[in-house]
């Protein structure tokens, strides 16, 4: 696709989730990083975490703050219990709270099933899956001890876990992502359920073929674009601020009576194409 993601979307610029307080995982690049941008920039101030690339993270620490918030940076491995635990609590100390917990941080090792070894998949459940239900555990219990500030949001606090078509999709040869990706869609329903009469909120977002580094093959050559686009009906891949902008908007009490729900940002992935002239 011609130009670049700046030349084609203009950033949205409303202040959504002014005074509210977001912890983003992964956000030094990708979606995350873009996500972490947008939601300093709806006026959230905003944790930045990764697990590597310290000048990446500050970077985007120094984006968020151009905003006129507040940003820190701060290095945890999601899938390590001990280090979200403290993630959280140190967020706690130094903003006071938590209203939004943006649980991104994932990553792929892909193999044939007949190759996959036990480690690469124990380590794509660990992180994609384990590491959203601990982020999302702790976030809970500071929205269960605070409770609703209606100042600040309509809800006591809102949970949103990335997921991807793959919840739904099924992959070849990417058998442990899509496996994380579908136990963080009922890992989302059941804590939605659960949580909702505390007054938060749980839902996911399902991006589609987004240009991101952890894809850049299926993208990055005209010849694997033109390949990619055949599985994307509104005809373009997408750019992680696509992604971002449905962050803000499901952080926001614009949305504040949706529960449970993954939202796909896939430009119509999901509506299987190949379908689209017969079947």
Known sequence: MAGSAEQRRAPLDVRL??????????????????????????????????????????EV???????????????AD?????????????MVEEFGTIDIMVANAGLQRDAAVTEMTLAQWQ?????????????????????V??????????????????????????WAGHVNYASSKGGVGMLMQTLAQELAPHRIRVNAIGPGAIRTPINRSAWDTPQAEAELLELIPYGRVGDPEDVADAVVAMASDLLDYVIGCTLYVDGGMTLFPGFATGG
């Open 78 to 90: 999601v899938s390590d219990e001990d280090q979200v635990v403290a993630m959280v609590a140190r």
């Open 123 to 143: 380590k794509v459940i660990d992180v994609n899956l384990t590491g959203q239900f601990l982020c999302a555990r702790e976030a809970a219990k500071e929205f």
């Open 61 to 75: 620490v120094a984006r968020i703050t151009g905003f006129g918030v507040r940003a820190y940076a701060h290095e």
């Open 17 to 58: 989730l002014e005074g509210q307080k977001a912890l983003v995982t992964g956000a030094n690049s990708g979606i995350g990083k873009a996500t972490a941008i947008a939601l300093g920039r709806a006026g959230a101030d905003v944790v930045v975490n990764y697990v590597a690339g310290a000048q990446e993270a500050e």
């Open 145 to 170: 001890r605070r409770g609703v500030v209606p100042e600040v949001s309509r809800s006591a606090g809102k949970i949103i876990c990335m997921s991807s078509v793959h919840q739904i999709v099924p």
